[in-house]
């Protein structure tokens, strides 16, 4: 062991023996909780940073994944029921791509490759049953990609086409989604969802598709399009128009001098409506086609009467008619037939209108003011006022009512007070947490900084120096017959002054009392202090100080 090192250890080991018993205490507290400190930072340190491995898995999935992490012994926890698997986050992606080879997990959607297994001698009812199973499944992959889902199911009904029927179903789809915990889809992501769906299939409408979640809340009917359930819509309507009305009256009469309620009436029911109309265009209108037809004949007569024209009688005889009998040598009358048709363009207008669900029917507005303060307002303009922000219409039915009535201020007062003792019981909780961290910070810096002070204490009582009357002894004159005495341990410095003084001491005669043999030892002692004290009694006081010092208890 090198001296230096050596030498260190012996001052440490020399110290740590002067402590009294609480400073050995306190060093063992420190020290304790030193060391404990570091195993806790330590064990934080070096524990792993968990990462998904996969997430909404299915049990089968789950337990597949799970064997190949113990197969492959890689730590792993399980969260959200068991469908994520978190793994170290240096493991992550090996496993991932040991998974991925294994064919984990599993796509129990299906899809186009459903279509890939499919054989040539497959029927036509197979085909057609295989070519539906993977439209479903990639729509239910798609959908599982937005933001909130957790699974999709997708349910085609597509009617069969036969040259047989007159008229033509459409087809439907029924989508059922499982979202996040926690999570409620947004009108937009069910429109999105919806038209997604019937985008996929050829003669499926927007109106066509039925989304159903997990909690079992319609989001879209067949028919009914994506706004949701009338009680929904009036709700949400009411919260838009009250909102904003009170929002308006907080600034004109104060904030908890009025309430607002409306009541709205939806009209649930959706269709379809067609309407033509015609009008003349202004000008001569150009005719669109044109067709004519003229017929005529000219009826003649010979001399003998053979050539007469008549009706037919008995027995083939013609008998001539009045009007085509005419004499030897005459003609017989004939007629002109003309017709035309001529089609005239006109304006024609069709119009196809959609009539959602969701219609505003009629509306109920009625809002109180405080008595208090609706002396200094005007009513009528309050009135104008929540007409104008409601959208109030007569003649659709709407009505309004505005009144000034007392309001009871006991709910206020008691929510005041229990908002203020909510305050105060935060505060105190926050100062108790406060004094709870000062406690325990306090209980671990303490020791420690006990500690430092009293080997900082023990450095400066060590750096003092320490008088010896043996190293006194050691300089003066020397009687034959003393006691040995221990030296003193002083720098070269110090020995130089007391060599000096004793030099001059003993150039002086000295004349000492005669004492005995036992006492001469101590007497002597006592006459070479008084004799350095005469000489240097600055150094004196100080080595005298440093005794006193060290035998102070701590």
Same mark, same amino acid.
């Given at each position: 062991?090198?001296?230096?090192?050596?030498?260190?250890? #012996?001052? +440490?080991?020399?110290?740590?023996?002067?402590?009294?018993?609480?400073?050995?205490?306190?060093?063992?507290?420190?020290?304790?909780?030193?060391?404990?400190?570091?195993?806790?930072?330590?064990?934080?340190?070096?524990?792993?940073?968990?990462?998904?491995?996969?997430?909404?898995?299915?049990?089968?999935?789950?337990?597949?994944?799970?064997?190949?992490?113990?197969?492959?012994?890689?730590?792993?926890?399980?969260?959200?029921?068991?469908?994520?698997?978190? @793994?170290?986050?240096? /493991?992550?992606?090996?496993?991932?791509?040991?998974?991925?080879?294994?064919? +984990?997990?599993? /796509?129990?959607?299906?899809?186009?490759?459903?279509?890939?297994?499919? $054989?040539?001698?497959?029927?036509?009812?197979?085909?057609?049953?295989?070519?539906?199973?993977?439209?479903?499944?990639?729509?239910?992959?798609?959908?599982?990609? +937005?933001?909130?889902?957790?699974?999709? !199911?997708?349910?085609?009904?597509?009617?069969?086409?036969?040259?047989?029927?007159?008229?033509?179903?459409?087809?439907?789809?029924?989508?059922?989604?499982?979202?996040?915990?926690?999570?409620?889809?947004? =009108?937009?992501?069910?429109?999105?969802?919806?038209?997604?769906?019937?985008?996929?299939?050829?003669?499926?409408?927007?109106? =066509?598709?039925?989304?159903?979640?997990?909690?079992? =809340?319609?989001?879209?009917?067949?028919?009914? $399009?994506?706004?949701?359930?009338?009680?929904?819509?009036?709700?949400?309507?009411?919260?838009?128009?009250?909102?904003?009305? #009170?929002?308006?009256? =907080?600034?004109? @009469?104060?904030?908890?001098? !009025?309430?607002?309620?409306?009541?709205?009436?939806?009209?649930?029911?959706?269709?379809?409506?067609?309407?033509?109309?015609? !009008?003349?265009?202004?000008?001569?209108?150009?005719?669109?086609?044109? !067709?004519?037809?003229?017929?005529?004949?000219?009826?003649?007569?010979?001399?003998?009467?053979?050539?007469?024209?008549?009706?037919?009688?008995?027995?083939?005889?013609?008998?001539?008619?009045?009007?085509?009998?005419?004499?030897?040598?005459?003609?017989?009358?004939?007629? @002109?037939?003309?017709?035309?048709?001529?089609?005239?363009?006109?304006?024609?207008?069709?119009?196809?209108?959609?009539?959602?669900?969701?219609?505003?029917?009629? #509306?109920?507005?009625?809002?109180?003011?405080?008595?208090?303060?609706?002396?200094?307002?005007?009513?009528?303009?309050?009135?104008?006022?929540?007409?104008?922000?409601?959208?109030? /219409?007569?003649?659709?039915?709407?009505?309004?009512?505005?009144?000034?009535?007392?309001?009871?201020?006991?709910?206020?007062?008691?929510?005041?007070?229990?908002?203020?003792?909510?305050?105060?019981?935060?505060?105190?909780?926050?100062?108790?947490?406060?004094?709870?961290?000062?406690?325990?910070?306090?209980?671990?810096?303490?020791?420690?900084?006990?500690?430092?002070?009293?080997?900082?204490?023990?450095?400066?009582?060590?750096?003092?120096?320490?008088?010896?009357?043996?190293?006194?002894?050691?300089?003066?004159?020397?009687?034959?017959?003393?006691?040995?005495?221990?030296?003193?341990?002083?720098?070269?410095?110090?020995?130089?002054?007391?060599?000096?003084?004793?030099?001059?001491?003993?150039?002086?005669?000295?004349?000492?009392?005669?004492?005995?043999?036992?006492?001469?030892?101590?007497?002597?002692?006592?006459?070479?202090?008084?004799? +350095?004290?005469?000489?240097?009694?600055?150094?004196?006081?100080?080595?005298?100080?440093?005794?006193?010092?060290?035998?102070?208890?701590?």
């Amino acid at each position: 062991m090198p001296p230096a090192l050596r030498q260190m250890l #012996q001052g +440490l080991g020399a110290r740590i023996q002067a402590f009294t018993i609480a400073q050995r205490t306190l060093a063992v507290i420190g020290i304790a909780v030193l060391i404990l400190g570091s195993v806790a930072l330590s064990s934080f340190l070096s524990k792993p940073s968990y990462t998904p491995l996969f997430t909404g898995l299915a049990a089968a999935d789950a337990s597949s994944v799970v064997t190949q992490l113990q197969t492959d012994n890689v730590p792993y926890q399980l969260t959200d029921g068991g469908n994520t698997i978190l @793994v170290p986050q240096s /493991d992550v992606y090996a496993e991932r791509l040991k998974a991925a080879s294994a064919g +984990l997990p599993a /796509d129990n959607t299906g899809g186009y490759s459903l279509l890939d297994k499919m $054989g040539v001698t497959a029927s036509e009812f197979t085909q057609n049953t295989t070519y539906k199973r993977a439209i479903e499944g990639e729509l239910a992959k798609t959908i599982e990609s +937005l933001d909130g889902v957790k699974a999709a !199911s997708v349910q085609l009904a597509i009617p069969q086409q036969t040259v047989f029927a007159d008229k033509t179903t459409d087809p439907t789809a029924s989508v059922f989604v499982e979202t996040m915990p926690g999570v409620t889809l947004t =009108d937009t992501q069910v429109q999105a969802i919806v038209h997604l769906t019937s985008a996929s299939v050829e003669g499926m409408k927007a109106t =066509d598709v039925n989304v159903v979640d997990s909690k079992g =809340d319609v989001l879209s009917t067949v028919g009914g $399009g994506t706004t949701g359930s009338s009680s929904q819509q009036a709700g949400d309507y009411d919260t838009q128009v009250q909102t904003s009305i #009170q929002a308006m009256l =907080d600034k004109v @009469v104060g904030a908890g001098n !009025s309430t607002v309620v409306v009541a709205a009436d939806m009209d649930q029911s959706s269709g379809t409506k067609v309407s033509e109309s015609y !009008s003349t265009p202004t000008g001569t209108p150009a005719p669109l086609s044109e !067709s004519s037809t003229k017929e005529s004949y000219a009826g003649s007569g010979g001399s003998s009467g053979t050539g007469a024209t008549g009706v037919l009688g008995p027995d083939n005889i013609a008998v001539p008619s009045d009007s085509s009998t005419s004499a030897a040598g005459g003609t017989g009358n004939g007629y @002109v037939n003309e017709s035309s048709t001529v089609n005239n363009s006109i304006d024609k207008t069709t119009e196809t209108t959609t009539i959602p669900s969701g219609v505003l029917k009629k #509306q109920t507005v009625s809002v109180a003011i405080n008595k208090s303060v609706a002396g200094n307002l005007s009513m009528s303009n309050i009135n104008d006022l929540v007409s104008k922000a409601a959208g109030i /219409d007569l003649s659709r039915g709407d009505s309004l009512t505005v009144q000034a009535v007392d309001f009871n201020n006991a709910g206020a007062k008691q929510a005041a007070a229990a908002l203020k003792s909510a305050d105060a019981a935060a505060a105190s909780a926050a100062t108790a947490s406060m004094i709870h961290t000062g406690l325990v910070v306090g209980g671990i810096a303490l020791p420690i900084i006990v500690a430092m002070v009293l080997l900082a204490r023990r450095g400066r009582k060590q750096s003092r120096e320490d008088i010896d009357l043996g190293e006194i002894s050691s300089v003066a004159t020397t009687w034959p017959g003393d006691a040995p005495t221990q030296p003193l341990a002083l720098d070269d410095q110090a020995a130089r002054r007391l060599l000096e003084s004793s030099a001059a001491a003993s150039a002086a005669p000295a004349a000492l009392p005669p004492v005995a043999p036992e006492n001469a030892s101590a007497e002597r002692q006592r006459a070479e202090i008084d004799a +350095l004290a005469a000489a240097d009694p600055d150094k004196t006081a100080e080595l005298l100080r440093g005794l006193l010092d060290d035998r102070q208890s701590v």
